[in-house]
């Protein structure tokens, strides 16, 4: 792979930066940074803080955990209440998954035994098995916007051409797979409530098969624990609808980070995995509360050029560095719109819709 080829951020502007201001000059140059250079700016911002760590711990599974018995009291009243509830309780987990997220990149504590212990804990109650799902998205780190390397920890994205050359069966399932319902309803359940409970992509490997099956035994205890307190009924009726919605939110949030217009794809022989990270990966611009609960996420481009950097230092580099901050930027509005985007135009080098294909 090349690690020493990079594209620029802005397109060549005619002036040299001697005929702009001192100020237009320092923008112009922060513009015609690469990928790879702005690897060695952001580098700065990975040194974590315990306190902050453990205080964005405690200011997340409290709440989680207080939300969930207010949607377990509210059943008593109203079950439509209960649902309501379920929606910032789904944010608080997602947000739990999130910090499971830093752990597994080795960016939320200094040390690798206190990212890895934390990490497994909290896979227990984000029902997602820590050294299996790290692997895998080690992966799409490693491998995304790569053609050629398409498939574990991603989501299927085929060609144009690709597509042109299927059966009719094989646009179909496709299609199916590509669907609204599938890919933010169906699909994250799915993942979340059966696919994780194996070591999916990794089935050789007895570490994985340790790690899949020991979050299944323990998040078996603590629900078996709930259930003996609340009741069976009780506890499914407000547990299931808390992590349909999260895997519904958590699906949502890596599809359009990657699933956006003017993202990144190329064969191996083109692709660079600095401009993949930056290019590939969308500024999801969320409102402040969004922002929060979703532990800043959306920054996904510079967490992808950088991803030892904890969550809550990654808006930092947008203080220091507004420029990133338009760097392929997507508001909520925007991003409803990206997903009818469904195939990878080679020729334009754009995400287009099944009507933009004429076959």
Same mark, same amino acid.
């Given at each position: 792979?090349?690690?020493?080829?990079?594209?620029?951020?802005?397109?060549?502007?005619?002036?040299?930066?001697?005929?702009?201001?001192?100020?237009?000059?320092?923008?112009?140059?922060?513009?015609?940074?690469?990928? !790879?250079?702005?690897?060695?700016?952001?580098?700065?911002?990975?040194?974590?803080?315990?306190?902050?760590?453990? =205080?964005?711990?405690?200011?997340?599974?409290?709440?989680? =955990?207080?939300?969930?018995?207010?949607?377990?009291?509210?059943?008593?009243?109203?079950?439509?209440?209960?649902?309501?509830?379920?929606?910032?309780?789904?944010?608080?987990?997602?947000?739990? =998954?999130?910090?499971?997220?830093?752990?597994?990149?080795?960016?939320?504590?200094?040390?690798?035994?206190?990212?890895?212990?934390?990490?497994?804990?909290?896979?227990?109650?984000?029902?997602?098995?820590?050294?299996?799902?790290? !692997?895998?998205?080690?992966?799409?780190?490693?491998?995304?916007?790569?053609?050629?390397?398409?498939?574990?920890?991603?989501?299927?994205?085929?060609?144009?051409?690709?597509?042109?050359?299927?059966?009719?069966?094989?646009?179909?399932?496709?299609?199916?797979?590509?669907?609204?319902?599938?890919?933010?309803?169906?699909?994250?359940?799915?993942? =979340?409530?059966?696919?994780?409970? %194996?070591?999916?992509?990794?089935?050789?490997?007895?570490?994985?098969?340790?790690?899949?099956?020991?979050?299944?035994?323990?998040?078996?205890?603590?629900?078996?624990?709930?259930?003996?307190?609340?009741?069976?009924?009780?506890?499914?009726?407000?547990?299931?609808?808390?992590?349909?919605?999260?895997?519904?939110?958590?699906?949502?949030?890596?599809?359009?980070?990657?699933? %956006?217009?003017?993202?990144?794809?190329?064969?191996?022989?083109?692709?660079?995995?600095?401009?993949?990270?930056?290019?590939?990966?969308?500024?999801?611009?969320?409102?402040?509360?969004?922002?929060?609960?979703?532990?800043?996420?959306?920054?996904?481009?510079?967490?992808?050029?950088?991803?030892?950097?904890?969550?809550?230092?990654?808006?930092?580099?947008? !203080?220091?560095?507004?420029?990133?901050?338009?760097?392929? !930027?997507?508001?909520?509005?925007?991003?409803?719109?990206?997903?009818?985007?469904?195939?990878?135009?080679?020729?334009?080098?754009?995400?287009?819709? %099944?009507?933009?294909?004429?076959?």
């Amino acid at each position: 792979m090349d690690f020493e080829g990079s594209t620029t951020i802005a397109a060549h502007d005619h002036r040299s930066i001697d005929d702009l201001s001192p100020n237009a000059a320092a923008a112009r140059a922060e513009q015609a940074r690469t990928a !790879r250079e702005w690897i060695n700016i952001v580098a700065k911002y990975r040194e974590p803080s315990a306190g902050r760590s453990i =205080f964005e711990i405690a200011v997340t599974a409290i709440p989680f =955990f207080a939300l969930w018995f207010l949607a377990y009291l509210a059943s008593h009243v109203s079950y439509a209440l209960t649902l309501l509830i379920a929606v910032p309780a789904a944010f608080f987990l997602v947000r739990l =998954f999130l910090i499971q997220h830093d752990c597994g990149h080795g960016a939320f504590f200094k040390g690798k035994s206190a990212n890895d212990w934390v990490g497994r804990v909290l896979g227990i109650f984000t029902m997602t098995p820590y050294a299996v799902w790290k !692997r895998s998205h080690a992966i799409h780190h490693a491998d995304s916007g790569n053609l050629d390397e398409r498939g574990l920890g991603a989501i299927d994205t085929l060609t144009v051409d690709e597509y042109r050359a299927l059966s009719w069966a094989g646009r179909l399932k496709y299609r199916l797979y590509r669907h609204p319902i599938t890919m933010f309803v169906v699909g994250p359940a799915w993942v =979340f409530i059966v696919q994780q409970r %194996f070591p999916a992509g990794h089935w050789k490997n007895v570490r994985f098969w340790l790690s899949a099956m020991g979050t299944n035994l323990s998040f078996a205890a603590v629900f078996v624990g709930l259930c003996y307190l609340v009741g069976v009924g009780p506890a499914l009726k407000v547990h299931l609808p808390i992590v349909a919605l999260a895997s519904s939110i958590g699906v949502w949030l890596f599809y359009i980070q990657h699933q %956006f217009e003017h993202t990144y794809w190329e064969h191996q022989m083109q692709w660079n995995v600095h401009d993949a990270a930056f290019n590939g990966s969308s500024h999801y611009d969320l409102p402040q509360p969004l922002r929060w609960l979703t532990a800043n996420i959306g920054i996904h481009h510079i967490h992808h050029l950088y991803a030892r950097i904890p969550f809550y230092r990654l808006s930092e580099v947008l !203080r220091d560095f507004p420029d990133l901050v338009n760097h392929r !930027r997507m508001t909520l509005a925007q991003s409803i719109r990206c997903q009818k985007l469904k195939l990878w135009d080679e020729k334009n080098k754009a995400l287009v819709a %099944f009507n933009d294909v004429k076959l």
